[in-house]
């Protein structure tokens, strides 16, 4: 019996040397596998994290050429589509009041569009957005605008220079699409419907008043609507 124990004993010895070599064996070889997919791990993780920030970044912002192909489409879908039209349009008066009306009319030809400005015989030095007219219904089409034009080489101009109310829109004529600013006028033929046009009548007024209080007191007035009496009102483009 002494020697079965003994023997039992034994075995037990060498079964527990064995686990416990087996247990470090296992643990070196996992060891080795964790180093080995440590670095495929830290790559998913980096890829998963560009992939979420691909997938939040913000947006770009439209371009000229979008707003003129949004202006577009909305125009041929015209009376249905006329609140998107006018946020198109909205867009291209954004993209013209934030360079110089030469390099935008270039832009404009290069997209295949016309630019029309004012039969005005001075240089158009700005365009700016204006608000819209507190009695606008929504029906309105166009963007109210305030066209700022240089005079300091020009004889009976006052020096702070000459602004003008206008609307801004896009139309297509014999196939050529437009885009004009529109001056004594009140309303306007698109697509075979007849709209009133856009309009804040005092913008031009307001901000005389903000750049040159001098200027808005000095009997210039008249020239804040030069066309109200001009038989050219009558030539420009529909």
């Known amino acids: ?12 010895r060498q079964n ?39 997938t939040t ?7 000229l050429a979008d707003y003129v192909t949004e202006a577009n489409a909305a125009y041929h879908d015209l009376p249905r589509s006329l609140s998107a039209y006018n946020s198109a349009i909205r867009g291209i008066c954004q993209a013209i009041q934030t360079g110089a009306t030469q390099e935008f009319a270039a832009n404009l030809d290069k997209l295949g ?3 029309n400005p004012p039969s ?5 030095r700005w365009v700016q957005i204006a608000g819209s007219s507190p009695g606008a219904n929504g029906t309105e089409s166009g963007i109210p605008v305030v066209l700022g034009y240089e005079t300091k080489t020009a004889t009976l ?3 702070e220079g000459l602004f003008v109310d206008a609307t801004a829109i896009y139309d297509r004529s014999a196939g050529v699409a437009r885009f004009s600013l529109l001056v004594g006028r009140t309303t306007v033929m698109l697509r075979g419907h007849t709209y009133a046009l856009a309009a804040n009548h005092s913008a031009a007024g307001d901000h005389l008043k903000l750049r040159a ?3 808005a ?10 066309f109200s009496a001009s038989p050219e009102a009558s030539d420009l483009p529909a």
């Open 113 to 115: 569009v016309s630019f």
């Open 16 to 54: 527990g040397a064995w686990l416990r070599g087996y247990r470090t064996y296992g643990s070196h070889m996992a060891y080795e596998s964790f180093m080995k997919t440590y670095p495929l791990c830290l790559l998913a993780i980096a890829l998963l994290g560009f992939s979420s920030l691909a």
């Open 157 to 159: 101009y006052p020096p």
């Open 57 to 63: 970044r913000v947006p770009a912002s439209p371009t």
């Open 120 to 124: 005005i015989r001075l240089p158009l």
């Open 217 to 226: 007191n000095s009997g210039f007035g008249g020239m804040i609507h030069p």
């Open 1 to 12: 019996m002494k020697h079965a124990h003994g023997f039992e004993r034994g075995v037990a």
């Open 213 to 215: 209080k001098r200027f």
